[in-house]
C-alpha cells in the first residue's frame, strides 16, 4: 500500500520555488557531508546528528517526484 505524503503537503506550507526532486534536501546533505569531512563546525556536529534524516528525505523527495510535482501545481 502507498504511504500517504506528510510534511509540508498536508499542512499547506509548500515554498514557491522549491524543487520536489530532492535538490534542496540533497545540497543540504552534501553541505553537511563536506563540513564533517573538513571538520568545519556547526555542519560536522549535524552531520553527525541529523545526517541520516537528510539522506532519508532525499531518498523519500526523489522516490515520489511524481506525486510532490502533482501536489504543487
Do not use: K
Amino acid at each position: 500500500m502507498e504511504q500517504p505524503l506528510t510534511g509540508n503537503v498536508t499542512t499547506g506550507v509548500v515554498r514557491v520555488g522549491d524543487t520536489p526532486s530532492g535538490g534542496r534536501s540533497a545540497r543540504g546533505r552534501s553541505l553537511l557531508r563536506r563540513g564533517a569531512r573538513d571538520g568545519v563546525q556547526p555542519w560536522a556536529r549535524i552531520h553527525a546528528e541529523d545526517g541520516a534524516y537528510w539522506q532519508a528525505t532525499a531518498d523519500l523527495l526523489d522516490a515520489h517526484v511524481d506525486r510532490w510535482t502533482a501536489a504543487l501545481v
